[in-house]
């Protein structure tokens, strides 16, 4: 059974960076592509970035280019974001997903497999 934990939620104030973590088990998480989603009260899911099984590729919501990152560790299998510049409208629970491919989709529906979700909340 996939079980995705997301972990690195908190309280920070705008301007800050946070790093949230997604642990992976239940599979080969190095065949699998991983997104990270985000869920602001009131709103529908929306995606943030994924990331190519291998690493390689990678792709953002125009919303949090050039201030957050997607990474990997597939020997360790755990996927990251490394969130900087923080906003207030960056407030939300974020989750981390996997897929049943290889390929980084941006959309919800082609994720298999959810984490619980991680708060954030950015002060202003």
């Known amino acids: 059974q996939v079980q995705l934990v997301e972990s690195g939620g908190g309280l920070v104030q705008a301007g800050g960076s946070l790093r949230l973590s997604c642990a992976a088990s239940g599979r080969t998480f190095s065949r699998y592509a991983m997104g990270w989603f985000r869920q602001a009260p009131g709103k529908e899911r929306a995606f943030v970035a994924a990331?190519?099984?291998?690493?390689?590729?990678?792709t953002y919501a125009d919303f949090v280019k050039g201030r957050f990152t997607i990474s990997r560790d597939n020997a360790k299998n755990t996927v990251y974001l490394q969130m900087n510049s923080l906003k207030p409208d960056d407030t939300a629970v974020y989750y981390c997903a996997t897929t049943e491919s290889s390929y980084y989709w941006r959309f919800t529906y082609a994720y298999a497999y959810w984490g619980q979700g991680t708060q954030v909340t950015v002060s202003s």
């Open positions: 990331i190519s099984d291998s690493g390689d590729s990678t």
